[in-house]
């Protein structure tokens, strides 16, 4: 049942319901048509029955009576008349039977092709006719046969209960009128169940397709497929759900193509992206190598800045031995000058010494000049740290000289802090 398709089971679903009302409504209209046939016999019984007597009455007027031990209407003996109950069952199409008490004195009721006169009332009419003088209307057996019946209680003039007339349609009759009816019924109903069935699989198959459609439609959505659009005219519950399916395609394919350009404009990005990054990338590379360039250009600087300072303290020192040596030669001017006092020849040694001394004291000033212009060039070009060694190694703490020492390399420091 489960893997049935839905029209297969829609179809099952609706041809049994049909079935089943249908057979119901069948059995509810033969038994109800049952029941009219079986109360029209008997209302057909009852007319038959006025009718009939209408017919005696007037073939034969006066009262009923019993003479001679026969029964009598008027004058007439109606025991072995046959004529008179052929008549009435002639012209009510009925079975007629003339009863004396209660045994049948004249009847068109046949039985293995006789009349069944001398047979008895069955008791359950004798008891209602005879004993309680009551009609009687319904169905009865006669003669070991069921009919649709009429029983009335035949009075004399003194109103006693001498007979009973009786009329009455075979049930066999009616049974043959309910079978041709059921035939006719049944076939009606054959046909009917069969177009019904055959608009119920058309309209059942209209419906299964309208709903492949659908089924389609959505399985293609679940494979990423929106181009499938379900198309559905009619206005029911499947129209709506294909339309609410084709709002539903058109809003995705908005969605999935806003992804699309937010995907592409995404992917151009990422290529930027790259590219800077690629870039970025070079650029580090070649900062990197710059940076290892001014790594080493500033190792070879320092190298070079302490390859200077140890030139500075170098010419420091060369300096200070010059201070030394000027200092050395003061003390020997001085020691000459005590000479010339006291003798001539001595001063003119010391004369010709001062010579000497101003000529050396002469070259010494041109070296330090030439220091001095050399020194601005390398002020220049030395980091503040050397600035300050310098500085230090200027400082008059730094080398106790002597006063006329300590003029000489005075002018040399100061040159250096003005070139700083």
Same mark, same amino acid.
């Given at each position: 049942?489960?893997?049935m ?36 016999a ?6 038959d ?5 209408h017919?005696?009455?007037y ?58 006169v ?9 008891q ?17 046969q ?19 007339f ?18 006719t ?5 054959l ?6 069935i ?13 709903i492949?459609r659908?089924?389609?439609a959505?399985?293609r ?23 609410g ?18 995907a592409?404009k995404?992917?151009h990005s990422?290529?930027?992206?790259l590219?800077?990054?690629?870039q970025?990338a070079?650029?580090?590379a070649?900062? /990197? =190598? $710059?940076?290892?360039?001014? #790594?080493?250009?500033?190792?070879? *600087?320092?190298?070079?800045?302490? &390859?200077?300072? +140890? ?8 300096v ?5 040596? /000027? =200092? $050395?030669?003061?003390?020997? #001017?001085l020691?000459?000058?005590? *000479?010339?006092?006291?003798?001539? &020849?001595?001063v +003119?040694?010391t004369?010709?010494?001062?010579s000497?001394?101003?000529?050396s004291?002469?070259?010494?000033d ?55």
């Amino acid at each position: 049942m489960r893997s049935m398709s839905i029209g297969t089971k829609i179809s099952l679903i609706v041809i049994s319901i049909f079935i089943v009302f249908s057979s119901a409504v069948a059995v509810s209209v033969i038994l109800e048509m049952r029941q009219g046939i079986t109360t029209f016999a008997t209302e057909k019984a009852k007319r038959d029955l006025e009718m009939a007597n209408h017919i005696i009455t007037y073939k034969h007027p006066g009262d009923w009576a019993i003479k001679d031990g026969q029964l009598f209407k008027g004058d007439t003996a109606l025991e072995g008349n046959f004529e008179l109950v052929d008549e009435i069952g002639q012209a009510s199409g009925d079975t007629v039977t003339i009863f004396r008490g209660d045994e049948r004195v004249a009847t068109n009721v046949m039985v293995d092709g006789k009349r069944a006169v001398g047979t008895k009332v069955s008791d359950e009419v004798a008891q209602t006719v005879l004993q309680q003088g009551e009609k009687y209307f319904g169905e009865a057996v006669v003669v070991g046969q069921k009919y649709q019946t009429a029983y009335e209680p035949i009075k004399n003039a003194s109103g006693e209960i001498i007979g009973i007339f009786y009329v009455g349609a075979s049930q066999s009759l009616i049974d043959v009128i309910i079978s041709s009816f059921l035939k006719t019924f049944l076939i009606v109903f054959l046909l009917a169940m069969l177009v019904a069935i055959t608009l119920i699989l058309l309209y059942v198959r209209r419906v299964r397709v309208r709903i492949e459609r659908v089924s389609v439609a959505i399985k293609r959505a679940g494979t990423g497929d929106f181009t499938q659009p379900v198309v559905d005219n009619v206005q029911d519950e499947i129209g709506m759900l294909g339309t609410g399916y084709n709002e539903m395609r058109s809003n995705l394919q908005v969605i999935i193509q806003g992804g699309l350009q937010a995907a592409e404009k995404a992917e151009h990005s990422t290529g930027l992206l790259l590219k800077i990054a690629d870039q970025t990338a070079k650029e580090s590379a070649q900062i /990197a =190598s $710059s940076v290892e360039q001014v #790594a080493q250009g500033a190792e070879s *600087q320092t190298i070079s800045t302490e &390859e200077n300072l +140890q030139a500075m303290e170098e010419v420091a020192i060369g300096v200070q031995s010059m201070a030394d040596k /000027a =200092s $050395s030669i003061s003390d020997a #001017a001085l020691y000459s000058r005590k *000479q010339a006092e006291t003798g001539g &020849e001595a001063v +003119q040694l010391t004369v010709q010494q001062m010579s000497t001394i101003e000529s050396s004291v002469t070259t010494t000033d041109e070296v330090i000049r030439m220091l001095e212009g050399s020194r601005h060039r390398l002020v220049r070009w030395l980091p503040p740290f050397m600035r300050l060694r310098i500085k230090r190694i200027c400082s008059p703490s730094m080398h106790p000289l002597k006063r006329q020492e300590q003029g000489a390399w005075q002018r040399i420091c100061r040159g250096i802090y003005r070139g700083s």
